[in-house]
């Protein structure tokens, strides 16, 4: 949710900022903008739209250079007050337009803010909530530049602005003040901003004066730092900076970072220096890079047999042992488990909803799975033997976050299951597995997806060894055949022309339900996820034996039914309920699409089209049987001329709750 680069050095800042905004482009798209400080001028461009409306406004001008300066940033946004319009694009100023900022997440109080600055004569442009941290700095540096040093650090009260103390607009105080690492007025400002506001937040601010500077700020949304020789980063993610360093430092939560060429300095929000932990990044821009493939989605689909592999690879010891990546519960804390509860959001949720399946089904606890943005207003029944598993490729999505801290305030232990390292949620859970698929750029998630079902069967198998359900010979053997799954992964993609086909015939198609038994629910939830959000169709996953307690009169002729059938072998009575499914849909006139597997002969007879995956046992059929689907709404968006990359409303990470 809104993209951020910032950057300090010697490189043109413009063209940091762009290229960094290009691999940004997926967290937010209604508009962008960049700010760039340089011969003594703070200069601004910013527009509505994709990022390819800014870099033609940018093209325009006579100037060979339109934004000379090596400190700069720019900003990527989805919008959340107010539309999406230049206007309301980032960076944003203050009066004396000598501050500019950028921002990720919802200021909650700053309806509140505003109100008090209006009072005393801002004059503010636009109808974010971003715009008053440019004006509340402005006041800030006044009241930094008028208060002894010695006395900000201890000044944590927020105080309301009165006129003549710095709260009117005016020339303001410069930030042009040399200054110790640190303690720089514009970081020391910021400090001071941050400590008023409420809500999630990434900030990134430059002054006119200083370029010298870069500041950063955040809580609860995502800021990394990256750091070169004589150059530094910040960004909302690594991918921003990758193609100039591979060494980034995370930023804690209420912590400001001032970046200069020579290092950086990270404190809190009452100027304590603290220690940022830094970390080497274990991929390169190439692999965020689209690699020949018209759009990142195609690319990510097709690396998913390598995704799942690199998740799986190393989980098992010499002892037989399931290894997580880091462990700060002792065996003993799981086999205290008495309950699992999974959190995650939308496709990460539907990962959840199969693992549910597993875990009770290998460890005979109950397991209950929930959307995380409903998980803490409900008040569940948590403590210090249950287990939350939080599922997040991002690690930032707001909705889990807030549902991790939830669980921890209450004394649950908490497992990650993420993608980024270094990000959020991993950061504030116990225990963390992370699934080594690689970035994912296309909003939709796809390798990740799979990795995520991956990482859960490990959880459930780990959990099902420490408790002792599963003895070490059993869990190797299931390990060993889930480690052959990326094979059948590879062997499925090969075959899915079929589909492609007819996803193209179905383009004018006006609905499309997915049915599903057992795990094959949520690959149906999965696949209508993925029709709505890329195709803008309308599309429901159902249980396929729920369709006649109501949902069935949808059916009408000619309507496309997809149906994930069960295994005839392993699941010989639930194979026998979805044939009498089909059956159902196919007598009111639906045209039928039957995802099933080799050798499944029963199903030939009643299915309009029939889509054969490799068999496998049944836990482990979503890794298959989910790619047909996101094949089929890939390919159907394309035929209708959409951006499976960046479809309309969306972003990658959603970071405000
Ligand atoms: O980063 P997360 O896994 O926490 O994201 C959760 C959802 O926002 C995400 O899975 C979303 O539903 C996907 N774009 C769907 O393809």
């Not at 010298?212 to 993610?237: C, H, I, T, Y």
């Not at 997809?562 to 499914?581: D, E, M, Q, T």
Request: glycine share 10%.
């Amino acid at each position: 949710m809104c993209g951020i680069i910032g950057y300090v050095g010697d490189q043109s800042a413009l063209d940091v900022a762009l290229n960094g905004l290009r691999r940004l482009e997926y967290r937010g798209y209604d508009s962008s903008g960049i700010a760039v400080v340089g011969a003594g001028a703070l200069r601004i461009a910013r527009r509505a739209g994709k990022l390819a409306n800014l870099e033609k406004l940018l093209s325009e001008g006579a100037e060979a250079d339109p934004m000379p300066g090596t400190t700069g940033m720019g900003h990527t946004r989805w919008a959340t007050h107010g539309g999406p319009t230049d206007a309301n694009a980032h960076p944003h100023t203050d009066c004396t337009g000598a501050i500019a900022v950028i921002h990720n997440g919802i200021i909650e109080n700053f309806a509140a803010l505003r109100a008090e600055l209006e009072a005393v004569g801002h004059e503010l442009a636009s109808e974010t909530d971003t715009e008053v941290v440019a004006h509340l700095l402005e006041v800030e540096l006044g009241n930094v530049a008028a208060a002894p040093a010695a006395a900000v650090p201890e000044d944590v009260t927020p105080r309301p602005i009165r006129p003549g103390t710095g709260g009117a607009p005016g020339p303001g105080a410069s930030a042009n003040l040399t200054a110790e690492p640190g303690t720089h007025p514009l970081t020391m400002a910021l400090q001071r901003v941050c400590r008023r506001l409420e809500g999630a937040f990434t900030l990134v601010v430059l002054h006119r004066d200083s370029p010298e500077v870069v500041v950063g700020a955040r809580r609860n949304s995502p800021l990394v730092v990256g750091l070169g020789a004589g150059e530094a980063f910040l960004a909302s993610d690594v991918s921003a900076f990758i193609a100039h360093t591979r060494e980034a430092m995370e930023i804690g939560q209420d912590q400001v970072v001032e970046a200069r060429r020579d290092g950086v300095t990270v404190t809190d929000f009452a100027g304590e220096v603290v220690e940022g932990r830094r970390y080497h990044v274990d991929w390169d821009a190439g692999a965020a890079e689209k690699g020949g493939y018209p759009y990142f989605m195609l690319k990510e689909i097709n690396e998913q047999p390598t995704a799942l592999a690199d998740t799986l690879r190393g989980r098992l010891s010499t002892d037989g042992a399931i290894v997580l990546d880091e462990e700060r519960l002792s065996v003993q804390d799981f086999r205290d488990v008495d309950k699992v509860f999974i959190v995650a959001c939308g496709t990460a949720y539907h990962a959840g909803l199969i693992a549910k399946y597993a875990i009770e089904h290998w460890t005979r606890l109950p397991c209950e799975v929930e959307m995380a943005s409903e998980f803490r207003y409900r008040d569940p029944v948590l403590d210090r033997s249950t287990l939350v598993i939080a599922i997040s490729q991002s690690g930032e999505t707001l909705d889990t976050l807030m549902a991790v801290k939830h669980a921890r305030e209450q004394k649950a232990r908490v497992l990650a299951i993420c993608n980024t390292n270094g990000s959020t949620i991993p950061r504030e859970s116990d225990a963390v597995l992370y699934t080594r698929c690689g970035p994912e750029v296309g909003v939709a998630s796809t390798k990740t997806f799979l990795g995520q079902v991956a990482a859960c069967l490990l959880v459930g198998l780990y959990l099902a060894q420490v408790r002792g359900v599963l003895y070490g010979d059993e869990v190797a053997a299931y390990v060993e055949r889930l480690q052959r799954m990326p094979d059948l992964v590879e062997r499925t993609l090969g075959r899915l022309e079929p589909i492609r086909e007819l996803a193209r015939s179905l383009a004018d198609a006006k609905a499309v339900l997915f049915l599903g038994r057992h795990v094959g629910y949520p690959v149906a939830l999965e696949g209508a996820l993925k029709l709505k959000e890329l195709a803008y169709m309308h599309a429901e996953g159902f249980p396929a034996g729920e369709l006649k307690h109501g949902p069935i009169a949808l059916i009408e002729p000619g309507l496309p039914v997809i149906i994930v059938a069960p295994s005839p072998r392993g699941r010989a009575h639930l194979h026998g309920k979805i044939v009498s499914n089909i059956q159902e849909v196919r007598a009111r006139g639906a045209r039928t699409i039957v995802i099933a597997e080799d050798g499944d002969v029963v199903v030939e007879p009643y299915a309009d089209h029939l889509i054969r995956v490799p068999a496998t046992s049944s836990l482990f059929a979503p890794l298959v049987t989910t790619l047909p689907l996101q094949v089929f709404a890939c390919e159907l968006a394309l035929a209708r001329g959409l951006d499976v990359d960046q479809p309309r409303n969306l972003a990658k990470s959603v970071t405000v709750e």
